[in-house]
């Protein structure tokens, strides 16, 4: 989930994965795809763009891209997006979240589900929810997120205690669009968001934060979180420090979770720094030391023996994906703004694959895709887009 920007968030499927590219003229806007598929690869791509703004309310539409055709998930008077994607077979989930917008009142965001472009809700609307990430094994759907939830407390009002209401963010598990209980995750004592989510074998392993985990020895920072089968696996960040988990991947039994983590202790608004943990232990990422500029990993997925990150860097170089810590180059539009955030990566027969978006001079985001570092763009950057989960299966 985005930092929680939110929290962005990028999955691994057991799915062979892809993408395309394609440059700009200089001048203007990026003309969209199509991307090229010599590889014989189909590739998905999940996302929003907005689609208008009135009554000074932003409408945007999540959408999902086939080998750089577009289509809109949600019609364009709400407010939704799209962060994870997963493709078995000929069906396409994707997990996003949409609201209505009722006379330029926003609704609470509703954690949605999308089965080649039919939704189903896993929450009624009531309170703020998300899905942020879905796996797909056998027959089983598994989604990530949060929900808000309320509960009561007796608090003494100065004369006599009464029962007022109090609410908190919770990480959730679904599976088949039941909620399944992760540890920890209690509203009335922690904050928690789950971002990512992985299938291995018979285990389902879940990444996020929680919050005030550490409160009792005084310590109220977020924590990256690794959950296995519901259970407190893991956690990966110093609790002195705010961390946050975003995605996971494994290979021969190694597991890989990319996230970030602050750099001082006790400040939960100072600089952060990409992560990304082998497990448990750091592994150091080109460009993501600086102790000003923040940067955070948002995807990771493994290919052989090697380990591929994508997200965003704290130097002037815009390094926004990694192969085994070292940086990959990304092609820059020369209109670009130099604003540029990676969400995703991929690959497939050794082409690697990085979705997010790119600023264009007029302030827009246009959403993008990078193949071996050339990049296609995905809207033509007259409306603010962001690519946020990429999935390719080969033909």
């Given at each position: 989930?985005?930092?929680?920007?939110?929290?962005?968030?990028?999955?691994?499927?057991?799915?062979?994965?892809?993408?395309?590219?394609?440059?700009?003229?200089?001048?203007?806007?990026?003309?969209?795809?199509?991307?090229?598929?010599?590889?014989?690869?189909?590739?998905?791509?999940?996302?929003?763009?907005?689609?208008?703004?009135?009554?000074?309310?932003?409408?945007?539409?999540?959408?999902?891209?086939?080998?750089?055709?577009?289509?809109?998930?949600?019609?364009?008077?709400?407010?939704?997006?799209?962060?994870?994607?997963?493709?078995?077979?000929?069906?396409?989930?994707?997990?996003?979240?949409?609201?209505?917008?009722?006379?330029?009142?926003?609704?609470?965001?509703?954690?949605?589900?999308?089965?080649?472009?039919?939704?189903?809700?896993?929450?009624?609307?009531?309170?703020?929810?998300?899905?942020?990430?879905?796996?797909?094994?056998?027959?089983?759907?598994?989604?990530?997120?949060?929900?808000?939830?309320?509960?009561?407390?007796?608090?003494?009002?100065?004369?006599?205690?009464?029962?007022?209401?109090?609410?908190?963010?919770?990480?959730?598990?679904?599976?088949?669009?039941?909620?399944?209980?992760?540890?920890?995750?209690?509203?009335?004592?922690?904050?928690?968001?789950?971002?990512?989510?992985?299938?291995?074998?018979?285990?389902?392993?879940?990444?996020?934060?929680?919050?005030?985990?550490?409160?009792?020895?005084?310590?109220?920072?977020?924590?990256?979180?690794?959950?296995?089968?519901g259970s407190a696996m893991q956690s990966l960040s110093d609790k002195?420090?705010?961390?946050?988990?975003?995605?996971?991947?494994?290979?021969?039994?190694?597991?890989?979770?990319?996230?970030?983590?602050?750099?001082?202790?006790?400040?939960?608004?100072?600089?952060?720094?990409?992560?990304?943990?082998?497990?448990?232990?750091?592994?150091?990422?080109?460009?993501?030391?600086?102790?000003?500029?923040?940067?955070?990993?948002?995807?990771?997925?493994?290919?052989?023996?090697?380990?591929?990150?994508?997200?965003?860097?704290?130097?002037?170089?815009?390094?926004?994906?990694?192969?085994?810590?070292?940086?990959?180059?990304?092609?820059?539009?020369?209109?670009?703004?130099?604003?540029?955030?990676?969400?995703?990566?991929?690959?497939?027969?050794?082409?690697?694959?990085?979705?997010?978006?790119?600023?264009?001079?007029?302030?827009?985001?246009?959403?993008?895709?990078?193949?071996?570092?050339?990049?296609?763009?995905?809207?033509?950057?007259?409306?603010?887009?962001?690519?946020?989960?990429?999935?390719?299966?080969?033909?």
């Amino acid at each position: 989930m985005k930092a929680i920007k939110y929290t962005i968030v990028i999955m691994l499927i057991c799915a062979v994965f892809s993408a395309c590219s394609k440059s700009s003229g200089p001048g203007n806007p990026p003309p969209p795809g199509p991307p090229n598929n010599s590889t014989g690869a189909d590739v998905y791509v999940a996302g929003y763009e907005v689609s208008n703004t009135s009554n000074n309310t932003q409408r945007q539409v999540a959408k999902v891209w086939k080998n750089g055709a577009g289509t809109s998930l949600t019609d364009d008077n709400g407010y939704a997006n799209a962060f994870g994607i997963a493709v078995k077979g000929s069906d396409v989930y994707v997990a996003g979240f949409q609201a209505a917008i009722n006379n330029g009142t926003l609704a609470n965001y509703t954690a949605t589900i999308w089965k080649n472009g039919v939704a189903t809700s896993l929450t009624d609307g009531k309170l703020l929810a998300e899905a942020h990430a879905v796996a797909v094994q056998g027959n089983d759907v598994y989604v990530a997120g949060y929900e808000v939830v309320q509960y009561d407390v007796l608090e003494f009002n100065g004369t006599s205690y009464v029962t007022v209401k109090r609410s908190n963010r919770v990480a959730r598990l679904w599976k088949n669009g039941a909620v399944m209980p992760l540890e920890l995750a209690d509203p009335q004592k922690t904050e928690s968001v789950a971002n990512g989510i992985a299938v291995q074998g018979n285990d389902v392993y879940v990444v996020g934060y929680i919050k005030g985990l550490y409160s009792n020895v005084g310590y109220y920072g977020a924590v990256a979180q690794v959950w296995k089968n519901g259970s407190a696996m893991q956690s990966l960040s110093d609790k002195k420090k705010n961390g946050n988990a975003n995605a996971i991947a494994f290979n021969n039994g190694d597991m890989y979770v990319a996230g970030t983590e602050n750099v001082q202790e006790g400040n939960p608004s100072g600089t952060r720094q990409a992560r990304l943990w082998k497990n448990g232990t750091g592994i150091p990422l080109d460009g993501a030391s600086d102790i000003i500029r923040s940067s955070e990993a948002f995807g990771v997925t493994t290919y052989n023996n090697d380990v591929y990150t994508a997200g965003m860097s704290g130097t002037s170089t815009m390094v926004n994906a990694w192969k085994n810590g070292s940086a990959l180059t990304l092609t820059t539009d020369p209109q670009s703004t130099q604003a540029r955030t990676a969400y995703g990566v991929a690959v497939q027969n050794g082409d690697v694959y990085v979705a997010g978006f790119e600023s264009n001079v007029q302030g827009k985001y246009v959403a993008k895709i990078w193949k071996n570092g050339a990049s296609t763009s995905l809207t033509d950057g007259t409306k603010l887009a962001e690519a946020h989960a990429i999935a390719v299966v080969g033909k």
